[in-house]
């Protein structure tokens, strides 16, 4: 599976990407014909104006009178309330657009970033995800709401415009309406051209997001190894590139806007220049020459306007399509209707149906390889795990211990074979009642920014502050809560920042603990922390396995020798397995691994009693 970033957005403008947003739209259809109508009514007050300037020319300054001017004032002056008005509902309308629809889709795209599997979160970056949330949705509401209002109001006005020109005089209207298809075959030339360049604008976007989330981030490592530079050069690097995008979508839109301009302007010259002889003929009034030297000056601006918006536009489709990518994004696990039929989704659970889970296991001729690899990483491969039972996977790193993890906790499907779960393929049970029964405590746990008490009860929402409290005592978060100024309401920072890796080990197992799993998944969960906190948590390990089914992926292999059964893993494939003794006996791949762990801990120990002597 590529990262979502590397595809390219090609297409030519096609009105069946912008018919994606319909069911964004739909609940503000409303509002969009309130917009339409208020702003429809806007155009027809400046396409009527003019005519009042015709007429104070034909009554009160050719005749030199100002019989008449109190009721053409007051008329006059409940036009513009009603285009007052008329502004401020429509504005209303555009602005509820914006902040609804860019809710709606955030909330859209989040929501279906919940569902996806954990392999999409493996290949895309989160600085790629936070600019089509945040950033496209932005966009297009914005433009949406106001930049489609601004080219309403301009098709509006330059129909009405135009009608009131041919009303006035047919002849000099045509020199003005000319300019349509001229203006039509140069946006036709340069959308495509615009498109391509804001393409690549919105992808480097992504890519500088990315970039400058992993800079802050990863700071400390960035100082630790002294590559501020490199780093800095690199964001340059891609800060240049859309410089340079950028430029080449401006430098056309430079020759777009002025092109029409000046197709523009040569019209209402050459309609000056005519009205201007036939008045001299007599053959047009002055009064109708001004209001007509009005609307043809006057139409410039949303000519300009309409060319820029729809320059916008164009680019606009950029961002629906990395929105609408990213919605149809699909899980590589999925439920069958079926089973959420009875079982429910992630976020309508059905839990009066879901059995309770004991914890059997059963890998049944299994045969696994990843979406994007071309070998099995697992081929045939059959193992009984009785309820209850601990299961220690080791190897070195990178040798593959993980995939049964993953596997067994259905974060990925065999290619072939089943999973059984009490007998069941887990594929005819829901994803959710799986998960909802697994504990997992990763080498880095995550935790989430607010209090200790807060990150122990995402365990179980609804634990009392008692329960929280007895989860944490039970594998000795409390230690840390003492510690802390504010105790079991102390701010643990972003990600954990606050607390050392051991000390987010603890309350990461206390969630775990909280939550009560029938499996327990723990990935070298020791293997990060100092030698007294992994003794506390494993005392707390051998009472909270009991009577539970267990995985073990360890890196010390003296924290695994009371597991019922271990795994030995070598380049992807079980070259081992049978329990701690009879491994050793057998003087295989597993006694080389611990012999040399071994003398390595016994030398650190020996290394270690000297300093402190």
Known sequence: MAAIDEKEYTQSFDWRIWKRLGPFLRPYRGAFVSMLVF???????????????????QNFIEKNTLTGLLPYALAYLAVIL?????????????????????????????????????????????????TR???????????????????????????????????LNWKLALAVIAIVPVMAILTGYFQNRILHWNRKVRKLNSRITGAFNEGITGARTTKTLVTEEQTADAFRSLTRQMHDSGIRAAR?????IPLVLFFGTMAVSI?????????????????????????????FDPIQMTAANLA????????????????????????????????????????????????EIEFRDVTFRYPDGGENVLEHFSLHIPQGTTVAIVGETGAGKSTLINLACRFFEPTEGQILIDGVDYRQRSQLWLHSNIGYVLQNPHLFSGSVRENIRYGKLDATDEEVEAAARAVSA???????????????????????????????????????????????????????????????????????????????????????VILVVKDGHIVEQGKHEELLRRKGYYHDLYSKQFTQESAARILGEGSAQ
């Open 133 to 167: 949330v945040m950033s496209d949705t932005n966009r297009i509401s914005s433009m949406l709401a106001w930049n489609f209002t601004d080219i309403l109001w301009a098709m509006f006005y330059v129909l009405g415009t135009f009608a009131a020109m041919l009303a």
């Open 252 to 256: 056309l839109n430079a020759v777009f």
């Open 312 to 359: 916008e536009f164009i680019s606009l489709q950029a961002s629906i399509e990395r929105v609408t990518d990213l919605m149809d994004e699909q899980p590589q696990i999925q439920d069958t209707p079926e089973v959420i039929e009875k079982y429910g989704d992630a976020f309508h659970p059905k839990r009066e149906n879901w059995e309770p889970l004991r914890g």
């Open 271 to 299: 309609v000056l220049l005519r009205g201007g002889y036939m008045v001299l003929d007599q053959a047009l009034e002055l009064a109708t020459l001004s209001a007509f030297t009005t609307y043809a000056v006057s139409i």
């Open 39 to 57: 702003n429809g009514i806007c155009a027809l007050v400046d396409v009527v104006l003019p005519l009042f300037q015709k007429y104070a020319i």
């Open 82 to 130: 009603v285009q007052a008005l008329s502004v401020v509902i429509f504005a209303r309308n555009s602005m509820h657009i914006e902040m609804n629809l860019g809710k709606d889709m955030r909330g859209a795209l989040f929501h279906h970033l919940q569902t996806l599997s954990f392999s999409f979160y493996n290949v895309t970056p989160v600085g790629y995800l936070l």
């Open 478 to 564: 409390d230690t840390v809560v003492d510690k802390l100024e504010n105790g079991w309401d102390s701010d643990v920072g972003e990600g954990g920042d606050r607390l050392s890796t051991g000390e987010k080990q603890l309350i990461s197992f206390a969630r775990a603990v909280l939550a009560d799993p029938r499996i327990f998944v723990l990935d070298e969960a020791t293997s990060s922390i100092d030698t007294q906190t992994e003794q506390l948590i494993q005392n707390a390990i051998d009472h909270l396995l009991t009577n539970r089914t267990s995985f073990l992926v360890a890196h010390r292999l003296s924290t695994i020798r009371k597991a019922d």
